[in-house]
C-alpha cells in the first residue's frame, strides 16, 4: 500500500482536518491521515457529525491517494471496537498513535506512554489488527524518558503482530518536538524490519527529506509542522513550481477558508484563525493581518483582512 509512497503529511490535532487534508493532496501529497481520534467515542458508536463529515466527505473524484484514520486509546477492547466501527467509513488504513506527549494522554496512558508500556502496547495493535480487514500502521516515538534500549525489538514484534507500516518520529516523549532528531535509530528500526519506515521530524525541505532518507534508508518521509504552515511544501517533489509570494498564499488560505465554510459554516473564520496565522508566517509585515484574523469571527471578515494582506507590501 505505502510501496510508491515517499512522503505523507504528518497527522495534527486540531489541524489535519478535511480541508487541511484536501489542500495537501491539491498540492500532491498522495497518502492523508486524520487528527488523532479518541476510541472512547468510537467504542460507544457515538462518534461526533465533525468526525463522520470529516470522514465520509472527502473529494474521491481525484481517487489518487489514501487516507488513513488515526485512533488513540489504552484499553485494548476499546481500541479494537474503535477500529471495527471506523473500518466501516471509506478509509483506506487506521493508525494506532503511540507518539502524543501531552499530559492529558499520557495519563490516560496512551499516545507516546505505549512505548513505555510496550507489553500493553502489543496487546493493543494485536486486538486491532484483529478487528479489521484494513491495513494497520504505527506511528511512535522511539522511547519515554529515553531512547527505549529495545525499540529495534519493539519494532519486531510490531512488524510479527501483522503493522503494515511504521511512522517514526525521531524524537522520545521527553525531548517533544524540538533537538536533534536520533536519526540513526530510525536507520536500525529501517535494518530490523520489512514493513515500510517513514522518517519524522523536523524536515522541511526535499533536500532535508533526502539526506534523512539516505542516511536512514527509511521508505520515505512524513512532515508535521513544516506542511501546516507550507501545505505547498509537496510539491517540491513535482515537477511544477510555484512562486510563494503573497497572491499565491492568499489564493489558498481563500481555498481553505471556503472549504472549511462547507464544513464548519460561519465558525471556519474562528476554527481557522491558526491556520491563516501560520500561512502568512514567513511574510514580513503580518503583525496587522494576525491582529485581524484573531478579531474576525465571520467569514466576510476574514476573507476582507485576507485581501487587506495580499495587497499590503
Ligand atoms: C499541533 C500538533 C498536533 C499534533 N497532533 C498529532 C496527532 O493528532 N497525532 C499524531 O500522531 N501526532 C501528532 N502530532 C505530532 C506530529 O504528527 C509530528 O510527529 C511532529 O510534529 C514532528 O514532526 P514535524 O517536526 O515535521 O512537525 C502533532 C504535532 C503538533 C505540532
Redesign the pocket.
Known amino acids: 500500500m505505502f510501496k510508491n509512497i515517499k512522503l505523507m503529511p504528518?497527522?495534527?490535532?486540531?489541524?489535519t482536518d478535511l480541508p487541511l487534508r484536501e489542500i495537501y493532496i491539491k498540492f500532491g501529497a498522495k497518502a492523508v491521515i486524520t487528527?488523532?481520534i479518541s476510541s472512547e467515542a468510537l467504542h460507544y458508536g457515538k462518534p461526533s457529525d465533525l468526525l463522520i463529515k470529516s470522514l465520509s466527505q472527502h473529494d474521491y473524484s481525484d481517487a489518487n491517494f489514501i487516507l488513513g484514520a488515526?485512533i488513540f486509546g489504552s484499553d485494548e477492547k476499546k481500541m479494537a471496537d474503535a477500529a471495527c466501527f471506523i473500518s466501516q467509513f471509506p478509509i483506506d488504513f487506521i493508525d494506532i498513535?503511540a507518539?502524543?506527549p501531552v499530559k492529558k494522554v499520557i495519563r490516560q496512558h496512551a499516545g507516546a506512554y505505549l512505548i513505555k508500556d510496550y507489553e500493553k502496547f502489543f496487546s493493543i495493535c494485536k486486538a486491532v489488527t484483529d478487528s479489521t480487514k484494513l491495513p494497520v500502521t504505527v506511528?511512535m516515538r522511539i522511547g519515554f524518558n529515553s531512547i527505549a534500549t529495545n525499540i529495534t525489538e519493539i519494532c519486531e514484534k510490531l512488524e510479527n503482530i501483522g503493522i503494515a507500516a511504521l511512522f517514526v518520529?525521531a524524537r522520545t516523549r521527553d525531548e517533544w518536538?524540538s533537538g536533534r532528531c536520533h536519526w540513526d535509530i530510525v536507520g536500525n528500526i529501517k535494518s530490523a524490519v520489512k514493513i515500510p519506515v517513514f522518517a519524522?521530524?523536523?524536515?522541511?525541505s526535499k533536500e532535508y527529506s533526502d539526506e534523512v532518507i539516505d542516511s536512514t534508508s527509511a521508505d520515505g518521509v512524513?512532515?508535521?509542522?513544516?506542511?501546516a504552515h507550507s501545505p505547498w511544501i509537496f510539491s517540491s517533489w513535482q515537477k511544477e513550481a510555484f512562486v510563494i509570494d503573497r497572491s499565491f498564499v492568499s489564493d489558498v488560505m481563500i481555498e481553505h477558508l471556503r472549504k472549511a465554510e462547507s464544513i464548519y459554516q460561519e465558525y471556519a473564520a474562528v476554527k481557522l484563525r491558526k491556520q491563516l496565522m501560520l500561512y502568512s508566517r514567513r511574510f514580513p509585515n503580518s503583525k496587522r493581518f494576525k491582529i485581524s484574523i484573531c478579531n474576525s469571527s465571520t467569514i466576510k471578515e476574514t476573507l476582507e483582512a485576507i485581501k487587506r494582506w495580499k495587497n499590503a507590501a
Do not use: T, Y
Open positions: 504528518a497527522p495534527m490535532a486540531s489541524l487528527e488523532m488515526q498513535n507518539g502524543c506511528k518520529h518536538f519524522n521530524g523536523s524536515i522541511d512524513m512532515i508535521g509542522r513544516a506542511a
